[in-house]
């Protein structure tokens, strides 16, 4: 069991953007919440093991496996301190 296991769709913000590689192509991409639940066959109390089983890779020809992650959403900005 991992986390995918534990999160469901619901349990997360519209917004959330979900990183989704691809296992053959190595192509990467996001999907929004949104988008997946619009996707055929999921539903709000699907979970990201499931989410992940449904997915296959967008490039054209491929349609390999993807894994999938939660993209942070937070700011990161840089050092702007100085040394003394």
Known sequence: MSWKHEIQLRDLDGEQAIEVLCRRCNDAYYERVSELL??????????????????????????????????DSAETSAFVGGLP
């Open 38 to 71: 619009e996707a055929a066959g999921l539903t709000p109390f699907s979970y990201l093991d499931e989410v992940e089983r449904r997915l296959a890779c967008k490039r054209w020809g491929c349609k390999g496996a993807v894994t999938i992650s939660l993209a």
